[in-house]
């Protein structure tokens, strides 16, 4: 069982992620990738300038070649990946957790990030110590300042620019002072649009709002909308995998619906294979296969959306957090590509972004969370897994902590990979219900870990 890697990469405070661990955690990654070339890219925490020249020196003493991307969009390491044909990637970055975060996210050379299970080789080599190369034989580093661009290009490649520059869209774009300040403005305004920036500054203190885009953290953007009568909103995480929409009526967008639309819009082009997390809504199922496609599960964590994909070829991935893959691209999660094919939709078919939203299924959610503290996550699950199958009528699936499909609903409790917490989903088609199964489910959860 690894001890450091979770769902994807290892996070943590900087009293783990230390300039020694990371150097020594890099070194170990080269030698598992066995050298060669390896894409590094951060985004804008504070800690982001230490832990890549650590992580730089780490990669070097194990004989690898280090194109250093420098603050960009992990979205753009993905594709330079798979573009320049690399060995593997290392980005640092914490994505939407609290500025006092940061991450170190390892990519394989196929551009599927390395799971928890993956990871524990690299941690085999990092306990071992023993991974330098010889003097004669180490790496060496130069930077790389086309990748941004290269990553636009690519997108305006699949989109449908004519649609938007007719139809010239007012959106508001928030950047909530991560790396999409130097990429998502430009792209939208060589796209034809009209564009309004919150938070385009990139600031590893995050000063303009949180950096996960929940509907509380962008109040400004949502109330920005309305007042400019925009046709849309977009708000974006610390590194931009993850996005979020508002409409034209202010409404948040959550990314279970968005993410319904953009395999409407991939079914079009072929009926295929869609992947998402057993966290993730029906609304995604049920919009897969009224397309003729089908969707296929996985546990939640972004490598095992990637893995299934690959396995499957599977025409588009994504997740309930407002991340989608599109394979075309890279198999990573990418929000600024997700954006620009939900903006061409809106203008190519004259409807608004609300229009398109209220065409899904309607289901609605309740979400909670338990705080476990340092208390055994797997004998705690252990015990849901048991108390939860004493439901009747109910099928469990226990892929991923354990979800419950009822008649009605489904719920939903699994561990946090980054935090100790059990999470707790319900999904019914009314908001009384889904609000009822989680009260009582989430209670279960509490008095399992009460006693444990």
């Avoid at 974006?236 to 409409?247: E, K, Q």
Wanted: with cysteine; net charge positive.
């Amino acid at each position: 069982m690894a001890k450091y890697f979770g769902t994807y990469g290892i996070r943590g405070k900087l009293d783990l992620l230390t300039p020694e661990f990371v150097l020594r955690m890099c070194a170990a990654f080269g030698r598992h990738v066995q050298g060669g070339k390896v894409i590094l890219g951060r985004d804008v925490r504070t800690s982001g300038k230490m832990l890549r020249a650590a992580a730089i020196a780490g990669l070097i003493s194990s004989g690898c070649e280090v194109i250093d991307l420098g603050v960009v969009p992990s979205p753009t390491v993905e594709f330079e990946i798979k573009k320049m044909g690399a060995k593997g990637g290392v980005i640092i970055t914490a994505s939407h957790n609290p500025p006092e975060w940061n991450a170190l996210k390892f990519v394989g050379a196929e551009g599927v990030g390395i799971s928890r299970e993956k990871g524990e080789w690299v941690e085999e080599l990092y306990g071992a110590g023993n991974v330098q190369a010889a003097w004669n034989r180490l790496g060496e580093a130069r930077k790389y300042d086309l990748a941004i661009r290269e990553h636009m290009d690519e997108i305006k490649k699949h989109i449908n620019s004519a649609a938007i520059a007719k139809r010239r869209p007012l959106l508001v774009l928030d950047c909530g002072n991560g790396t999409v300040g130097n990429f998502a403005p430009y792209l939208f305004r060589e796209l034809g649009c009209r564009v309004v920036t919150l938070n385009a500054q990139p600031d590893g203190f995050f000063p303009g709002r949180h950096s996960e885009p929940t509907k509380d953290n962008v109040a400004d953007l949502i109330a920005c909308v309305k007042a400019l009568h925009a046709d849309m909103g977009i708000a974006w995480d610390g590194d931009g995998d993850r996005v979020i929409f508002i409409d034209e009526n202010g409404g948040y967008v959550w990314g279970d619906k968005s993410f319904a639309l953009c395999i409407k819009l991939r079914m079009r082009q072929g009926k295929g294979v869609a992947v998402t997390t057993v966290a993730t809504s029906d609304v995604a199922k049920e919009a897969a296969e009224k397309s003729g496609g089908k969707m296929e599960y996985v546990k939640v964590g972004a490598p095992y959306i990637a893995e299934k994909m690959l396995e499957l070829n599977a025409a588009i991935g994504g997740e309930e957090v407002g991340g989608v893959v599109w394979p075309e691209i890279s198999w990573g999660k990418d929000g600024l590509m997700t954006a620009a094919k939900i903006v061409e939709e809106v203008c190519a078919s004259g409807k608004p972004l609300s229009a398109h939203i209220a065409s899904l299924p309607a289901y609605f959610n309740a979400k909670g969370k338990v705080d476990c503290g340092s208390k055994d996550k797997a004998r705690i699950l252990a015990k849901i897994r048991e108390e939860f199958a004493r439901e009747k009528k109910a099928k469990a699936i226990t892929l991923d902590g354990v979800r419950l499909n009822l008649s009605d609903g489904w719920v939903i409790a699994r561990p946090s990979g980054t935090e100790n917490y059990f999470r707790v989903f319900a999904e019914a088609k009314m908001q009384k219900r889904a609000d009822e199964l989680l009260a009582k489910f989430k209670k279960k959860v509490e008095e399992i870990v009460r006693k444990v």
